[in-house]
């Protein structure tokens, strides 16, 4: 499966980013699908994801700020982010597992100025 990500971009802080990603094909609603951020010289770290019939996941630093849906019949994900934040520069990898293996997107570029 290949994972298309769109929206990055530069802001101000205190503003608001959409992030898109969209799946090749249907990924089961039963398997996550959701977000990572990366920095320079960092390990990637979980943001949020959304799994069917569970409330969705967010990382301490962002619950309250970020809000993540996903569209299974569209296979898409989308991560609303609001209050943007310095320290929320990074790049955004959509991310599903399937089977036990992660599949990712190629990264969008997120750079909030202060």
């Known amino acids: 499966v290949q994972l298309q990500a769109s929206g990055g971009g530069l802001v101000q802080a205190g503003g608001s980013l959409t992030l898109s990603c969209r799946a090749s094909?249907?990924?089961?609603?039963?398997?996550?699908m959701g977000w990572y951020r990366q920095t320079p010289g960092n390990s990637r770290e979980f943001v949020a994801r959304?799994?069917?019939?569970?409330?969705?996941d967010y990382a301490d630093s962002v619950r309250g700020r970020f809000t993540i849906s996903r569209d299974n019949a569209k296979n898409t994900v989308t991560l609303e982010m609001n209050s943007l934040k310095a320290e929320d520069t990074a790049v955004y990898y959509c991310?599903?597992?399937?089977?036990?293996?992660?599949?990712w997107g190629q990264g969008t570029q997120v750079t909030v100025s202060s």
């Open positions: 991310y599903t597992k399937i089977s036990g293996y992660n599949y």
């Open positions: 094909r249907t990924i089961f609603s039963s398997d996550p």
């Open positions: 959304r799994r069917s019939g569970r409330d969705p």
